[in-house]
């Protein structure tokens, strides 16, 4: 036992106590303030508005704020409502990224084109057009075709922004596949599809989760197209979380329960796929 303990606490080379004392207590300071900002939230939510305002707790904690969001009053948007759209939007954007995604990046993977590289960054590039600039032309075009205040042009919007990551993404993530299994596939040209489903994409699942867990968090958050875009009837939860916010009165703990109800889908999801997720960022990082 003494033997496993003194193993376990054994510094690597060039590795002094001191730093590796120093590193963990960064470690720790750095995680601290990055999940402070929920932790408050989390505890505002369990106020009342006066203690809220106040940074106080005389009136002890309650779910009344959970209840007072939940329920929303005639003329504004309802949780159900917002939650419904962003469930749509993003899981039919998300499932049609990845379709477009998957054989791409494949072709990208097995089937490198001229300049591929400067293909790729051309995908990854369109991430670093400011969403601001391009407002003006899709509002234009979004009134013409009547789709203001729908689903479809979020879905259409949210599947130009994520396609190019997944694109991105995937592609790294078939390059970790064995090439003999690949080229075994082709060779074989009839049974191309099965060998894709049972040998090639089972390789890549954690990767190919990973992304379209990705896309979903991406498009979910997503803010800015949603409020100049779907102020109508298709609005999402972010947009729901900001309709509590009052000109009158206090409303930061009914902002803070809002809050919370809005990430927990995403938070669940992470938490559900966290394996999945890790084993397929780690993909390809290391040849």
Same mark, same amino acid.
């Given at each position: 036992?003494?033997?496993?303990?003194?193993?376990?606490?054994?510094?690597g080379v060039?590795?002094n106590?001191?730093?590796?004392?120093?590193?963990?207590?960064a470690?720790?300071?750095?995680?601290?303030?990055?999940?402070?900002?929920?932790?408050?939230t989390?505890?505002?939510?369990?106020?009342?508005?006066?203690?809220?305002?106040?940074?106080?707790?005389?009136?002890?904690?309650s779910?009344?704020r959970?209840?007072?969001?939940?329920?929303?009053?005639?003329?504004?948007?309802?949780?159900?409502?917002?939650?419904?759209?962003s469930?749509?939007?993003?899981?039919v954007?998300?499932?049609?990224?990845?379709?477009?995604?998957?054989?791409a990046?494949?072709?990208?993977?097995?089937?490198?084109v001229p300049?591929?590289r400067?293909?790729?960054?051309?995908?990854i590039?369109?991430?670093f %057009?400011?969403? !601001?600039?391009?407002?003006?032309?899709i @509002?234009? $075009? =979004?009134?013409?075709?009547?789709l203001i +205040?729908?689903? &479809?042009?979020l879905?259409?919007?949210?599947?130009a922004?994520?396609?190019?990551l997944?694109?991105?993404?995937?592609?790294s993530?078939?390059?970790?596949?064995?090439?003999?299994?690949i080229e075994a596939?082709?060779?074989?040209?009839?049974?191309?599809?099965?060998?894709?489903?049972?040998?090639i994409?089972?390789?890549?699942?954690p990767?190919?989760?990973?992304?379209? %867990?990705?896309? !979903?968090i991406f498009?979910?958050?997503? @803010?800015? $197209? =949603?409020?100049?875009?779907n102020?109508? +009837?298709?609005? &999402?939860?972010?947009?729901?979380?900001?309709?509590?916010?009052s000109?009158?009165?206090?409303?930061?703990?009914k902002?803070?329960?809002?809050?919370?109800?809005?990430?927990?889908?995403?938070?669940?999801?992470?938490?559900a796929?966290?394996?999945?997720?890790?084993?397929?960022?780690?993909?390809g990082?290391?040849?």
């Amino acid at each position: 036992m003494t033997d496993r303990r003194r193993r376990g606490t054994k510094l690597g080379v060039g590795e002094n106590r001191a730093g590796v004392i120093a590193l963990g207590i960064a470690a720790w300071v750095v995680a601290m303030l990055w999940i402070f900002p929920v932790g408050w939230t989390v505890f505002t939510s369990f106020k009342n508005e006066e203690d809220a305002s106040a940074q106080t707790l005389h009136h002890g904690l309650s779910l009344q704020r959970y209840s007072e969001v939940s329920h929303s009053t005639q003329g504004t948007l309802s949780l159900g409502a917002a939650f419904t759209n962003s469930v749509v939007v993003v899981l039919v954007s998300t499932l049609i990224v990845m379709l477009l995604a998957l054989p791409a990046a494949y072709a990208l993977a097995i089937h490198q084109v001229p300049k591929w590289r400067d293909v790729l960054f051309f995908f990854i590039s369109l991430k670093f %057009l400011p969403v !601001v600039a391009s407002i003006f032309p899709i @509002y234009v $075009y =979004a009134e013409k075709w009547n789709l203001i +205040g729908t689903r &479809t042009i979020l879905i259409i919007l949210y599947i130009a922004i994520n396609l190019p990551l997944a694109i991105w993404m995937l592609r790294s993530f078939f390059m970790e596949v064995p090439r003999e299994l690949i080229e075994a596939a082709e060779i074989d040209g009839t049974n191309l599809f099965n060998q894709l489903r049972s040998v090639i994409v089972p390789i890549a699942a954690p990767g190919i989760a990973a992304t379209a %867990l990705l896309c !979903v968090i991406f498009a979910w958050n997503e @803010y800015f $197209y =949603a409020i100049q875009l779907n102020f109508a +009837g298709a609005s &999402t939860m972010p947009q729901w979380v900001i309709g509590n916010v009052s000109t009158r009165g206090n409303f930061l703990a009914k902002l803070s329960a809002a809050s919370i109800i809005a990430c927990l889908p995403v938070v669940l999801a992470g938490w559900a796929a966290q394996k999945r997720m890790i084993r397929g960022l780690s993909m390809g990082a290391i040849k």
